[in-house]
């Protein structure tokens, strides 16, 4: 089973900048694509970014120009980058990853990390 641990959520005023992390472990497993959603109070959650294993990303267009999702395989990590932030930015961002090993293929969450845009 693979664990993720999600960091670097908080409390930001507009225009300003934020960068989340996602760090994937267990054992002997591969990771495919890696993904950051969101969630805000009484909405669905939504993607925000996807990033495949050759580094080939896609972006709401909500968030084009503004956020930046990128990886480091050797940490097993994603990260997204938020600059330039909204009030409308505020939620709930959880990380997802699909992994596997043999033929075994499955996607996991992470816990969830709450960003605040607030004056």
């Known amino acids: 089973q693979v664990q993720l641990v999600e960091s670097g959520g908080g409390l930001v005023q507009p225009g300003g900048s934020l960068r989340l992390s996602c760090a994937a472990s267990?054992?002997?497993?591969?990771?495919?694509?890696m993904r950051w959603y969101r969630q805000a109070p009484g909405k669905q959650r939504e993607l925000v970014a996807t990033?495949?294993?050759?580094?080939?990303?896609n972006y709401a267009d909500s968030v084009k120009g503004r956020f930046t999702i990128s990886r480091d395989n050797a940490k097993n990590t994603v990260y997204l980058q938020m600059n330039s932030l909204k009030p409308e930015d505020t939620a709930v961002y959880y990380c997802?990853?699909?992994w596997g090993y043999g033929l075994v293929y499955r996607s996991s969450w992470g816990q969830g990390t709450q960003v605040t845009v607030s004056s």
């Open positions: 990033i495949t294993s050759g580094g080939s990303s």
């Open positions: 267990g054992n002997s497993f591969s990771i495919f694509s």
């Open positions: 997802n990853v699909d």
